[in-house]
């Protein structure tokens, strides 16, 4: 499958532009399908199965739509949680790795989310249909991005717990100073707050200017340089590899 498929399907926001059509191939490959869990396990490996099944039937459903993920998760890490928590054991995830070989697991999570263009909510006007289309798009996923975030701190809270138990265990993959790093990216967390507002309001479209490109790319530095999370990582790294590191790692 080409990766221009993803970044157009990624790109398809509905009404705006047309869903990405792709042939249901299921039940074609010489690979046999994973087995299911639907009658065992737990609920995210249940829930999973149900949503890869309606997809296995290829006479039933010979054809899928894809439009952009960001009607259900603009953060694109929900469905790596619960592959994740559906694995049953976080171990389980870094199976064939050597002993003691992990011990910094770091995931970053880029919030992408924009500002609706108006604040509906602000006037007693009745809203317009591009308003309301607006505030469904764009509102609705940042409710979703908004979920989507404390789920991942619950679960970075939940697998920092079992890293701790598991690294006990000898022939752990674990290191016994294993740690997870969830590290929290977003326009919101800007301390400029003219240049957030400004930046909240980059349209989503095809092209962006250059000078907002420029601008997103420093906001991102200066957003993830802030962040506790990575100043916590660094200095945990710089500790680990010792003065030559702290040497090199100079402005």
Do not use: W
Request: hydrophobic share 45%; aromatic share 4%.
């Amino acid at each position: 499958m080409p990766l221009s498929f993803a970044v157009a399907a990624s790109s398809s926001v509905p009404l705006l532009l047309s869903p990405l059509t792709l042939r249901n191939h299921a039940g074609s490959c010489a690979e046999p399908a994973p087995a299911t869990t639907l009658a065992g396990g737990n609920l995210s490996a249940r829930l999973l199965d149900l949503i890869a099944d309606s997809y296995r039937d290829a006479k039933e459903r010979p054809f899928i739509h894809l439009i952009d993920g960001g009607v259900v998760d603009n953060l694109g890490v929900r469905g790596l949680l619960e592959r994740t928590l559906a694995g049953g054991s976080f171990e389980a995830s870094f199976k064939g790795l050597k002993p003691g070989s992990v011990r910094h697991i770091v995931l970053i999570s880029v919030n992408s989310e924009r500002d609706t263009a108006e604040r509906i909510d602000s006037s007693d006007r009745v809203p317009g249909h591009l308003q309301v289309l607006d505030a469904l798009v764009f509102g609705a996923g940042s409710r979703l991005s908004k979920e989507t975030a404390v789920m991942v701190d619950d679960v970075a809270r939940r697998m920092n717990e079992a890293i701790q138990v598991e690294r006990a265990r000898p022939g752990s993959v674990f290191a016994p100073d294993a740690e997870i790093h969830v590290i929290n990216v977003g326009l919101r967390q800007l301390s400029d707050p003219e240049m957030r507002r400004r930046l909240l309001l980059v349209p989503t479209a095809l092209t962006v200017l250059p000078i907002q490109v420029h601008e997103l790319q420093k906001a991102g530095r200066e957003v993830l340089r802030e962040s506790p999370a990575f100043q916590h990582l660094r200095q945990r790294l710089l500790a680990e590899t010792g003065p030559v590191a702290h040497a090199n790692s100079a402005p």
